[in-house]
């Protein structure tokens, strides 16, 4: 999560709405973002939530995020709960398999990332006398170079 260290999210979020709706059991969230218009991901979003209102072990759900036009500001709201059925039955079940495609999607990326950082390090402990001999059998030979002119 890049954005999150790059802007000190401490800073950033300004709460507008605090409420706890004791009928749905469930505690409604909604923030500014400051500087962060077309840069905020939901998930980001939810991770710094979570580190602003100290809520681990809870069920966090971004329900919205607005851009304000010519603003650089984003308005977030979300929805807390403390047990995911309970979240399961209220919430509209598109926004879970969305949420969970997401999640999915970033972590396949760090995967790649960790598999693209592997090779590169292999390939710098190969000595060049292999590096040598790679190149000398990828090279053509001079009788494949004579039937390619013919």
């Known amino acids: 999560m890049k954005y999150v260290k790059d802007f000190g999210y401490m800073s950033i979020?300004?709460?507008?709405?605090?409420?706890?709706?004791?009928?749905?059991s469930r505690r409604e969230l909604t923030c500014n973002f400051a500087g962060l218009a077309g840069k905020l991901k939901k998930l980001e979003a939810v991770y710094m939530i979570t580190k602003e209102f100290?809520?681990?072990?809870?069920?966090?759900?971004?329900?919205?995020?607005?851009?304000?036009?010519?603003?650089?500001?984003?308005?977030?709201?979300?929805?807390v709960y403390e047990d995911e059925g309970l979240a399961k039955k209220h919430v509209n079940p598109t926004i879970f398999s969305r949420l969970e495609k997401s999640?999915?999607?970033?972590?396949?990326?760090?995967?790649?990332?960790?598999?693209?950082?592997?090779?590169?390090?292999?390939?710098?402990?190969?000595?060049?006398?292999?590096?040598?001999?790679v190149k000398a059998e990828d090279a053509p030979t001079e009788e494949a170079k004579e039937e390619k002119s013919e």
């Open 13 to 24: 979020i300004e709460t507008i709405t605090d409420v706890d709706n004791t009928f749905l």
């Open 54 to 79: 100290k809520l681990d072990g809870k069920v966090i759900i971004p329900m919205r995020l607005k851009t304000h036009v010519g603003k650089p500001i984003v308005t977030g709201t979300f929805y």
């Open 103 to 133: 999640k999915a999607k970033a972590a396949e990326a760090e995967a790649a990332a960790a598999e693209a950082e592997a090779p590169a390090e292999e390939a710098s402990e190969e000595s060049p006398a292999e590096e040598a001999e």
